[in-house]
Each structure stands twice: as structure tokens, then as C-alpha cells.
């Protein structure tokens, strides 16, 4: 299963004063502005993980339902992937 | 009033560098901010290399690149200067300024310095008349200014002035204004004197804010009645005089829009603010920008203290946290100097 990982020129911030959560990239200054769940995940990724782990993880924060978060988890994913915020290997 | 071409500040599109390319000067100031002038200055390649990131973080950022570049003094080496330039304008900055003593441009370098378009103007430095002047940067500093102001008019460049404002010089403003106006200097700038670096000691240069108030009131009631020189008076603590004018007052660009980079690499919020918050040498202007610490903590307005904590002015003010800093020993704290009465 794939595992993916934050990538590692990427920095987290949450914001406390606007409670706003952003994703910098320090290499090529793209930065990102990500909701509380988005921040949560990435958060995470600083060690692989595959994407059960991480629905597994929502699935402790939160009382959502199981196909939704994956749904969304899996477009998450796809999305920060794409924009080079994190990275996947088949493991 | 000013038409509003004439409104410098561009505080939404604009990024500010204040770059500092040596430490080497030929002058000795008493109130120069600078505590040593050994010239470690990097080689013209990092120099380059440090240019073209700037010029990519702005990009990045979608702001117009605004450069001030300065020293110590810059002409010491003209080479990396005429070289910077030429950088500069191939990366389209969109204005750059030169921050220069004025005792080293010969007919050749002001020469030369003509063909470059996005060169807005040179800025010299005086502190007052020729006595007050002379007492701060050196003995006949004032004629040779002079000189310089007329040699660069000459050739058809704009000339702003500097003047850095204390107890010592408070009168002289407006009477170096009118006599600026006499060589058709185009722009005066007013800033309020900091004990730090050189002048750590000179803390009875410090204005009170009765002080201020009376140099700045006097400064705008210039300011509309005449053009030349134009006053700019994009500072902390203006907005007092005239909330509703937007010719006056600026926020504080300390970690909104400008930073400074030192000789080294070293990277500042402000030149008047010493404190270090990454080197360009070390890590990215993108991860000092995004990830400092100090920045986060002075963007946000409900950290000022004092006078500053909740004033209605936060928008178009935020005090100056270089002379809170350097009066208080805390950036955070109320503006020694402002004159509102909470």
C-alpha cells in the first residue's frame, strides 16, 4: 500500500492569533493555506504513513463518517501530492 | 495637497529590501546605526546570488520589488554596484533606490548611473545646516553634499535627502528644507534619531514626544504648503496629525512588507531593528519570511503593548517597534515617542 510523506523543504504553521493553518514549501516559497483537518493530516505525514493509518487517525479526532473521510482524505492526498507537499512510495 | 501619483507608498503591492552591500564607509557619523565598519563584505557572485532571490521572492509573492541599496557606503566598490544594476533591472525590480554619503560619485559614475531605468533616485544625508552637519559627519561634509546634490541635479537625477531628527537638530528641519529647496533637491525625508550602534551612548539625542510632535506638525504644515522639496512623510506616528490623510503615516513595515539584508547574509526586520532572523547564506528568504518566530509574533497587533495595545490607529500605524526596541528594550512595546493620549 502506498505511504506517503511530508515533504521535506515543507513547513507547517498554525497560526494562533488568526487560528489559520498554512503549508510553506522554503525551497520554492509556494505556500498553501489548509483547513484544521488538512493541517491535522500533514501534520501527521511527517512520518509515513499509508492512507489507512491516516483514516484511522481522523477516525480517533473526529465522529465523521468512514466513506466520507475517505473519500475526501484520498482527494486530499492527490491534491497535496500533486502540489509537492508531500510525497508516496509503494511500500 | 498632493496629487496622487505622488503617493509613494504602496504598502499592498510592494515589497521593500533595504540591502546593505558593505560595511566599509569613508565616513565616521556620530549617530550612524553602523557599530563597526570592517568590509566583510561577500564576493560580487553571492552578491548576485542573493539579488536574484529577492527578485524571486518577490515574484513569487506577486509584489513589485522595491530595493533601497546602501552600505556603509556603496561606492567604496563601485563594480558591485554598477553590477547590481544591471541585475536588478534585467530582473525588472520595479524601483531602486541608492542610499549613499554622496562623497564618492565622480562625473563618471553619476555618468553611468543615467542609463539605468529603474534607478528612482539617490538619497544623501544631512543632519542640518552646515555647523549642526558638520559636528555629526565630519568637518566640510556639508559643502561636499552640496556639491554632490548639484553635480547629480546637473545630470538630471533625483535627489532625495535624509535627515535624521534629535534634540540637537529639531529646528533645523525646516530651515534645511528651505535650503534644500535652493539646489532643487527633489524629496526630504525625516526620521526620528535611535540611539543604537554608533550612537548607543546618545540617548539625550532622544526626541520626547512633545518634541516630535512640535518636528512633525511643523514638517506637514510644510508639506502642504509647498512641493519643493517634497516632505515624505510615510512614518509612524504621522497619521496623528491627519487620520483621514492618506499622503501621511505608514504602518510599520516590520514583518508586513520590507526586510533588510545585512553584508553577510544576515537577514533583519529593520535596519533599525539589530535583531538577527536568518542568514541567506544558512536558509531561504522563504523560510525566514514564513517560519520566524519573531516575525509571527510582531504581525500580530494584540501582542503590542502600551499605548500601541488596542489603539485605533493599529491599521496605518503599529508604532515604531525600532525605537520601542531600542528605548524600551522590548519591539513589542507602546511607542516611547507617540503623543496620543490613550
Same mark, same amino acid.
Given at each position: ?14 497560526? $494562533? ?10 525551497? &520554492?516559497? $509556494?505556500?498553501? &493555506? ?21 483514516? &484511522? ?7 465523521? $463518517? ?5 473519500? $475526501? ?19 | ?18 540591502? +546593505? =552591500? ?11 546605526? +553602523? ?36 552600505? *556603509? ?26 542610499? /549613499?554619503? *554622496? /562623497? ?6 553619476? +555618468? ?36 554632490? =546634490?548639484?553635480?547629480?541635479?546637473? +545630470? ?15 529646528? !533645523? ?50 508639506? @502642504? ?20 490623510? %492618506?499622503? @501621511? ?11 533588510? @539584508? ?6 533583519? %526586520? ?22 520566524? %518566530? ?6 500580530? %497587533? !494584540? ?10 490607529? @493599529?491599521? =496605518? ?11 524600551? *528594550? ?13
Amino acid at each position: 500500500m502506498k505511504k506517503f510523506l511530508l515533504n521535506k523543504q515543507v513547513r507547517l504553521k498554525h497560526d $494562533d492569533a488568526n487560528d489559520k493553518f498554512y503549508a510553506f514549501c522554503v525551497e &520554492t516559497g $509556494d505556500h498553501f &493555506t489548509l483547513n484544521k483537518t488538512g493541517y491535522f493530516i500533514l501534520n501527521h505525514l511527517k512520518e509515513e504513513k499509508n492512507l489507512n493509518e491516516i483514516v &484511522t487517525l481522523l477516525l480517533e479526532e473526529m465522529i465523521v $463518517d468512514k466513506q466520507a473521510v475517505l473519500t $475526501d482524505t484520498i482527494h486530499f492526498l492527490e491534491l497535496s501530492e500533486k502540489n509537492g507537499i508531500i510525497a508516496s512510495k509503494n511500500s | 495637497m498632493l496629487d496622487d501619483h505622488l503617493n509613494e507608498f504602496n504598502y499592498e503591492e510592494e515589497f521593500y529590501f533595504q540591502w +546593505h =552591500i558593505t560595511n566599509g564607509c569613508n565616513l565616521r557619523c556620530k549617530h550612524c546605526y +553602523h557599530a563597526d565598519y570592517l568590509n566583510d563584505s561577500v564576493q560580487l557572485n553571492q552578491l548576485l546570488q542573493i539579488g536574484n532571490h529577492l527578485c524571486d521572492a518577490a515574484q513569487k509573492w506577486g509584489k513589485k520589488a522595491s530595493f533601497s541599496i546602501t552600505g *556603509g557606503e556603496p561606492f567604496t566598490n563601485p563594480d558591485n554596484i554598477f553590477s547590481l544594476l544591471e541585475l536588478l533591472e534585467s530582473r525588472d525590480a520595479d524601483k531602486i533606490d541608492i542610499l /549613499t554619503n *554622496g /562623497t564618492l560619485l565622480t562625473d563618471s559614475i553619476i +555618468h553611468k548611473l543615467k542609463k539605468y531605468k529603474k534607478l528612482r533616485r539617490l538619497q544623501l544625508s544631512l543632519e542640518g545646516l552646515k555647523e549642526t552637519n558638520d559636528k555629526i559627519r565630519g568637518v566640510n561634509s556639508y559643502n561636499r553634499t552640496i556639491e554632490a =546634490i548639484d553635480n547629480l541635479k546637473k +545630470h538630471g537625477l533625483i535627489v532625495s535627502i535624509m535627515m535624521t531628527v534629535g534634540k540637537h537638530n529639531m529646528d !533645523e528641519v525646516i530651515p534645511l528644507a528651505e535650503e534644500l529647496a535652493k539646489h532643487d533637491v527633489d524629496v526630504f525625508i525625516i526620521d526620528r534619531f535611535i540611539p543604537e550602534g554608533q550612537s548607543s551612548e546618545l540617548t539625550e539625542w532622544v526626541l520626547s514626544q512633545e518634541e516630535i510632535k512640535k518636528v512633525y506638525s511643523r514638517a506637514y504644515e510644510y508639506f @502642504i504648503k509647498t512641493l519643493k522639496p517634497r516632505f515624505l512623510l510615510y512614518r509612524t506616528l504621522f497619521c496623528l496629525l491627519n487620520p483621514d490623510d %492618506p499622503h @501621511i503615516g505608514a504602518i510599520c513595515s516590520v514583518g508586513n512588507n520590507a526586510l533588510t @539584508i545585512m553584508p553577510n547574509g544576515d537577514v533583519l %526586520p529593520c535596519r533599525r531593528l539589530p535583531i538577527k532572523i536568518g542568514n541567506l547564506f544558512e536558509t531561504t528568504l522563504y523560510d525566514i519570511w514564513y517560519m520566524s %518566530p519573531f516575525l509571527w509574533e510582531i504581525r500580530n %497587533p !494584540e501582542k503590542l503593548k502600551g499605548k500601541c495595545n488596542h489603539c485605533e490607529y @493599529i491599521p =496605518i500605524c503599529r508604532g515604531c517597534r525600532a525605537v520601542a526596541y531600542a528605548l524600551q *528594550g522590548d519591539y513589542l512595546a507602546g511607542d516611547p515617542q507617540c503623543w496620543k493620549e490613550k
